[in-house]
């Protein structure tokens, strides 16, 4: 089906960049640069200094990237990592696959973790927390890193959906041991494929990670036992080419969320996210637009009907699937978001047109 306002924008985005993009691609085609080559450590750098931090080391998948991130930070077998159940899943299971246990808490209102809730989950076990950026949009890392230092905590951050995202003048991914991020094609800055990567202003992390994406390998030696988990040359060349664009593309995200914000206010039903300018700690960059509606299912239906693309991300939150054996969380909020939470295209080549299309759309439903 063709939407009239499609959820995301891969085909316009690459048009827009199609001579720069197709540029990159040949360049590195033509040099035969596949494996860890010069973009790798062009984008690496470039990052980030984008970032402030010290080390950016490229892997195949925010996923992977969380993994290595809490491996290289030694969480392991009988460690617990308290984090939320309101994300991806892969923010719990990069925790399970390092033989950890999660524990699960509920976030507020924001959608992010409820600081007021870490305390009562730190059991002597407790290693890390794990607070996810959700929707470009910081968690209180203030809270946080205070909570942290106070038990002896690392900090890992989930900031697959926060790039350029701030809390007090401070980048996602900048405040724990290491930030994670993903460049899965739907994200901010979005790869040909999937892409991550881990910064850290850790020396030691940085150096394990590079080990870990690589089978461990250090010519001559081999230094642990590793994967296969570089990221592409042939990504990094496209992501350098797009990464110029990100402030622009965060302006643009922030005024789309504006007027959206305006365009949904009267609508009684509907409780908006926070809008840009409303706290000043907070600079969100709208990964995703998320709203928390009534009769959430009725108006996926409707707005697919009128031609409006929307995502139900999580309509069973991840720690109520039976087979991931969670469910002896009880999660009040983030159980009723998964029955409320619906998210409208946002993306900067979205015209004002089409912006203004959706906000009409969802001011019929709830006329009706
Ligand atoms: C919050 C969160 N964490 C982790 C990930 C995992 O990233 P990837 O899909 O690149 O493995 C994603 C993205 O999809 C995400 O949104």
């Not at 009239?4 to 827009?16: E, L, S």
């Not at 007021?116 to 910081?138: C, D, F, S, W």
């Not at 994967?227 to 060349?237: E, G, I, Y």
């Not at 914000?261 to 996210?273: F, R």
Request: with cysteine.
């Amino acid at each position: 089906m063709s939407y009239k306002v499609p959820f995301v924008g891969y085909k316009i985005q690459y048009q827009n960049l199609k001579e720069e993009i197709d540029e990159a691609v040949k360049s590195v085609l033509n040099r035969g640069d596949l494996i860890l080559r010069k973009d790798v450590e062009e984008f690496e750098k470039n990052l980030s200094s984008f970032l402030g931090v010290k080390y950016a080391v490229g892997v195949n998948s925010g996923t992977d990237a969380l993994i290595f991130a809490l491996k290289a930070a030694g969480i392991g077998p009988g460690d617990e990592v308290i984090t939320v159940s309101h994300t991806f899943v892969a923010s719990i299971a990069s925790i399970i696959h390092v033989g950890a246990t999660p524990v699960l808490i509920d976030v507020r209102e924001d959608f992010n973790m409820d600081v007021n809730k870490i305390e009562e989950a730190v059991t002597p076990r407790t290693r890390a927390i794990l607070p996810v950026h959700l929707n470009g949009r910081v968690c209180q890392m203030d809270k946080i890193m205070e909570i942290a230092k106070s038990h002896n905590l690392i900090v890992i951050e989930d900031a697959a959906q926060a790039l350029g995202a701030k809390f007090n003048g401070e980048m996602a991914g900048s405040f724990g041991s290491a930030g994670c991020f993903s460049f899965y094609p739907a994200k901010l800055l979005g790869a040909a494929g999937d892409a991550g990567v881990v910064v850290t202003n850790n020396e030691e992390i940085a150096e394990k990670i590079r080990l870990f994406r690589n089978h461990g390998q250090k010519p001559p030696e081999i230094i642990c036992y590793g994967w296969t988990s570089r990221l592409d040359n042939l990504q990094a060349a496209i992501l350098n080419v797009k990464l110029k664009y990100l402030p622009e593309w965060i302006k643009r995200r922030r005024e789309i969320a504006e007027i959206y914000n305006k365009g949904l206010a009267d609508i009684s039903q509907v409780k908006l996210p926070p809008t840009p300018d409303s706290d000043e700690r907070y600079f969100d960059i709208y990964q995703n637009y998320v709203l928390k509606v009534q009769k959430r299912d009725e108006l996926f239906a409707f707005l697919k009907e009128k031609g409006v693309e929307t995502l139900i991300k999580d309509p069973i939150a991840v720690h109520r699937h039976p087979n991931l054996e969670l469910s002896h969380f009880h999660l009040p909020y983030t159980e009723q978001l998964a029955k409320e939470v619906i998210s409208l295209p946002l993306y900067p080549e979205l015209t004002n047109e089409q912006i203004q299309y959706v906000i009409d759309c969802v001011k019929e439903f709830y006329a009706k």
